[in-house]
């Protein structure tokens, strides 16, 4: 099993910067992939950010250019920048790691509220 604990969340004006954390214990596997993904009212949930042990990122379009996701592997953390925050990225944040082995299992925090007002 693996414990993932997120924190950074919290009110901004547009414009502002966020950066939110994800510490990562228990069983994980040496190739895995972490990443964010975030869930507005109303709306499904989507990809924000992947970035793999290696340190390969994947980004949402919506997000190029303003968000950066990295991870310190020594802490099993991974962190993501957020600048130039606009309301329409007003959502609850998860983080997400999966283990990959024969199968891939999924794993996810509990999620962490970021609001941007306008």
């Known amino acids: 099993q693996v414990h993932l604990v997120e924190s950074g969340g919290g009110l901004v004006q547009a414009g502002g910067s966020l950066r939110l954390s994800c510490a990562a214990s228990?069983?994980?596997?040496?190739?895995?992939?972490m990443g964010w993904y975030r869930q507005a009212p109303g709306k499904q949930r989507e990809l924000v950010a992947t970035?793999?042990?290696?340190?390969?990122?994947d980004y949402a379009s919506s997000v190029k250019g303003r968000f950066t996701i990295s991870r310190d592997n020594t802490k099993n953390t991974v962190y993501l920048q957020m600048n130039s925050l606009n309301p329409e990225d007003t959502a609850v944040y998860y983080c997400?790691?999966?283990?990959?082995?024969?199968?891939?299992?999924?794993?996810w925090g509990q999620g962490t509220q970021v609001t941007v007002s306008s």
């Open positions: 970035i793999t042990g290696g340190g390969g990122t």
């Open positions: 228990g069983n994980i596997f040496t190739i895995n992939v």
């Open positions: 997400n790691l999966k283990n990959v082995g024969r199968a891939i299992n999924n794993y």
